[in-house]
Structure formats: C-alpha cells, structure tokens
C-alpha cells in the first residue's frame, strides 16, 4: 500500500502526527506502523515514562483520552497506542452522531457520550501524543463524526486483503525489499499454501531468509523443503496432471490428499481448481494470446502462460463448463449437501476421474 509506504517513510524521518488510527481487514499493515512507532518513536530511557499500551477489551474512551491528554516526562513526546481498539464498544456505534454532512466543518457537538469525547479531542489533539488505534478486521461508520474528523485531519487508514493474484507479486517486493531473490515458481508456492495472511506470509519468509547470505534465492525447492509441501503431491502438480490429463499422476495425487485430508483439506483443493480452470477459460476468451497480454489478462506471470496454453488444448469451453459445474457439485456435497456420508476425500476422488473422463 502506498499510504503505508508513505507513513513509514515519515516515520524514519521523525514526522510525526498526533493521530493515527488504523483500521481494516489486512492486520499485517496495521501491526507495521504500530510496531514501528511503538519501538521507535522514544528511545528506550524515554519509554519507561512515557509510553502506553492499553488493550480495547480492558479500557473505554474515557481512559483512552485521559492518557493522551497526558503531557511527556522529560521527552518530546509521549506514546500511547491501543491494541484490539476494535473491541471498544463506543467504537462499534457511530460515534458523535454524522447525520448532518455540514458536522465535517463544525466543531464536535459536546454531548454527553464517549464517541463525542473522541471527535472532541480529534478537533484539538495534545500535539505532543503520539495516538495511535490498531483497529483490526473492521472499520468505522462512514457517518460517523469520528470517521470524518480521521479522514480530514489525521493519519488514518482503511487495510484491504489482497487478491489471490496479487499475492505473489507482493511476496517477490517483499523478498527484494529485504536484499534477497525469490523464483517464480517459489512466489506462487507460497502464496498457494499460505493464502492472503500477510503476516503469515512474512513470518515464513523470515524462516526462509536466515540461513541464507544477503542476494541469494528462495527457491522452490527451499520452499518445499521447509514449508512443509511435498514435493510430489501438491496443488500445483495435481494442476500440471490435469492439465496434462496424466490419469496415473492425478489419482496418485488425489489419494495421497485423500490420505491426508488434514493437510489437504477439499475446500483449499476445489479453491484451486476453481482458479486454474477459470484462468484456462479466461485463456480461450482472451482475443490476444501473445505471453505478456494473456498474463496480464489471467493476472499470471508470464512463466506459467504456456501451461496455460497447454492446458486450453485439452480442455475446450464445453469441457469447461461442465467442469465448474462438477466443482459447485462437489462444493456443496463437501458442505455436507446430498453427500450420502462419503467421506470428502472420496468425493475428491470422484470429481477429479469425472474431470478427466
């Protein structure tokens, strides 16, 4: 996100801003500012004194602003961050009211209420309080007075998940960033059996990254190896089987996931066939099959088009059709929908024998 570049690189700079409030379903974002002020926006003799953490669940508003009221002992300034602000119950209601537009410009009505509280002291912040909010998986009432007083005046912002194919172009920034090279293949491993939990993400990579010497490469195999991915029976070769229409490959893979429903489970599987069939149909319907537009159209990197490619010459749009509707059938039968008591790897087995037949 460029906002957090922005912040962070302000940050490192000692721009500070006496409010920051964080929110959003991506908490990998909202745990990177927050961390980084809380371990150095004071020097270490500074933050004995002058450094809070507070836990939504444990304190309301009230607290909140009497703390940041607060002046700073013998520092510049004084930092106090609220963890878990998502569990604030003012919060959760739309708090200062936000009914009349003509509120973003007036001052904050001072009704009794913790939420006028907040839009109060947002109006008139202790300029030597560094507050911030860790607002996880959730966001404010766009109504509210509070919201408008963050957007118009202060650090605010609004984390989003990233999309599946977004994933591996964020793991590659995120591996140059810290000085080293990740393979192509080894992005997308990653992003496949990690999803879209950027702190996840992060704390394996960081695993990756320690027996390893500043420019070298994550490879595919170093991700197999330590990530827990067999290198026989994964999604990705179960996807390289089918595109093939190698019987004897897929069913090997299918009963090995079968075998270990734990590791394997249906849904992760029907996810990714659901993706890679999609991409082959977007393929057929894509008016321009040179590599770099049809990655770009299949929000792929273009070293996996020709598989793509491959793929499209054994499954024709017929094929396809038939297929989604096979993976919304098996889809509900997993849920427990008309699934007679067969076990999910049984329906797994099924599915995979009518999609090659």
């Known amino acids: ?16 801003k006496p409010v920051y409030f964080l929110s959003g379903e991506e908490a990998y974002y909202i745990d990177l500012i927050s961390d980084y002020i809380e371990k150095n926006a004071l020097d270490e003799s500074e933050q004995e004194f002058n450094q ?7 304190v309301d508003l009230a607290t909140i602003i009497g703390a940041a009221k607060r002046f700073p002992m013998m520092s510049e300034y004084q930092v106090v961050i609220v963890k878990e602000a998502q569990n604030l119950k003012e919060l959760g209601k739309s ?45 404010l009432d766009k109504r ?48 496949e059996f990690l999803g879209n939990d950027l702190s996840k993400i ?12 500043e420019g070298d490469e994550i490879t595919a195999e170093l991700v197999m190896d330590n990530i827990g991915i067999s290198k026989e029976f994964n999604v990705f070769e179960l996807q390289d089987a089918l595109a093939k229409k190698d019987i004897l ?35 057929h319907f894509s008016p321009d099959k040179s590599k ?10 273009p070293f996996f088009v020709d598989g793509y490619a491959k793929a499209a010459q054994n499954y024709g749009t017929a094929k396809l059709k038939a297929i989604f509707a096979y993976l919304k059938e098996y889809d509900l039968k997993t849920k427990g929908v008309d699934n007679s008591g067969v076990s999910n790897g049984e329906l797994m087995k099924e599915m995979i024998f009518k999609i090659l037949h």
């Open 202 to 213: 992060s704390n394996e990579v960081e695993k990756l990254l320690i027996n390893l010497k």
């Open 95 to 139: 708090s200062g009211g936000g009914d009349d537009d003509d509120e973003d410009d007036a001052p904050a009505k001072k009704s009794s209420g913790a939420g006028n509280a907040l839009a109060a002291y947002l109006q008139q912040p202790q300029t030597s309080t560094i507050l911030v909010f860790c607002y996880k998986y959730k966001t």
């Open 292 to 301: 770099f537009a049809v990655a770009q159209a299949l929000g792929v990197n």
């Open 52 to 58: 809070t953490i507070l836990y939504g669940k444990d």
């Open 144 to 191: 509210s007075t509070v919201y408008k007083s963050l957007q118009k005046s202060h650090v605010f912002i609004e984390t989003k998940k990233l999309y599946d194919n977004q994933l591996p172009d964020w793991i590659t920034n995120f591996v140059q960033d810290k000085k080293f090279k990740i393979g192509v293949k080894a992005s997308f491993l990653l992003a």
């Open 249 to 283: 490959k897929a069913n090997r893979i299918i009963n090995y996931f079968s075998a270990n429903e734990k590791e394997h489970p249906a849904v992760m599987t029907l996810s990714s066939l659901y993706g890679y069939y999609s991409k082959i149909l977007l393929y």
């Open 1 to 16: 996100m460029k906002e957090v570049t922005q912040i962070l690189t302000d940050l490192k700079r000692r721009i500070f």
